[in-house]
């Protein structure tokens, strides 16, 4: 019997049937996973280099409006990450381990000398839209000191571009407890960037999230912070 394939368009799937002990493979073709992202170039032609655009004021390339992107569930739909001094334990509930740096592990210290935890821990994702309304970011969380250290923890936005907006970071003191409390991060006119430059940030196109520990202070925080949820809320007023 002849090989034959058969095309067969049914509701946004594309179903290819071989007669050969007959394989079934499915491409959903709907737009559930897209992430926005509208830049397409021209091909370069042979010969010749593509015709280069008219530059406008206003950026083609746009983000998924935040709380589209997983729900606005950005622990689930983000890739996490920690840098020195910090651990996370991934689950349904984070366990963030944080361990204040010794000077003598930094490159030049003689002093073994406890100080402040600068360093971050995050998620990166595809670009998200952070500005097309107003949001909060809504943080499920609780923390278990070693000592009698309490837990800070500062909100940072990376944009696709790398800049980030330092000049004005919301933040929240985490309660030592047993019980997990809701925390919210404003994430309202704070698109700007100092540090290293004074930069305009792209809210429209943020793709890195990051969490600060106790930044500036000495010794830090020194234990655990438990997170269940990190989602994008509409920036409502909140009744404590």
């Not at 020195?84 to 984070?94: A, C, L, N, P, S």
């Not at 963030?96 to 930094?106: G, Q, R």
């Not at 809504?138 to 940072?156: G, H, I, N, P």
């Not at 305009?200 to 999230?209: C, D, E, F, H, P």
Request: charged share 20%; net charge negative.
């Amino acid at each position: 019997m002849k090989k034959g394939i058969i095309y067969s368009l049914l509701g946004g799937f594309i179903i290819f049937v071989t007669s050969c002990g007959v394989q079934l493979q499915t491409y959903d073709l709907s737009d559930e996973y897209a992430i926005g992202l509208h830049n397409q170039e021209e091909p370069t032609k042979k010969g010749g280099a593509a015709k280069e655009e008219e530059q406008t004021e206003k950026s083609a390339l746009i983000g998924v409006t935040a709380r589209s992107f997983y729900g606005g569930d950005l622990k689930r739909g983000g890739i996490w990450w920690a840098s020195k001094g910090i651990y996370i334990e991934r689950g349904d509930t984070f366990a963030i381990e944080v361990t204040p740096l010794e000077a003598d592990s930094i490159a030049g210290a003689t002093n073994p000398v406890i100080v402040e935890n600068t360093h971050p821990f995050g998620a990166t994702f595809p670009p998200i839209d952070v500005i097309k309304e107003p949001v909060m970011l809504k943080v499920t969380a609780r923390a278990e000191s070693k000592d009698t250290s309490s837990a800070l923890l500062y909100v940072q936005l990376v944009d696709a571009d790398g800049f980030m907006t330092n000049s004005k970071q919301p933040f929240n003191k985490i309660e030592n407890s047993t019980e997990f409390k809701e925390y919210f991060f404003d994430l309202r006119d704070i698109y700007t960037q100092n540090t290293p430059e004074k930069h305009k940030v792209n809210g429209a196109l943020i793709n890195t999230l990051q969490f600060f520990v106790n930044p500036g202070q000495t010794p830090g925080f020194n234990g655990v912070i438990y997170i269940n949820e990190i989602r994008v809320v509409p920036a409502t007023p909140i009744t404590k």
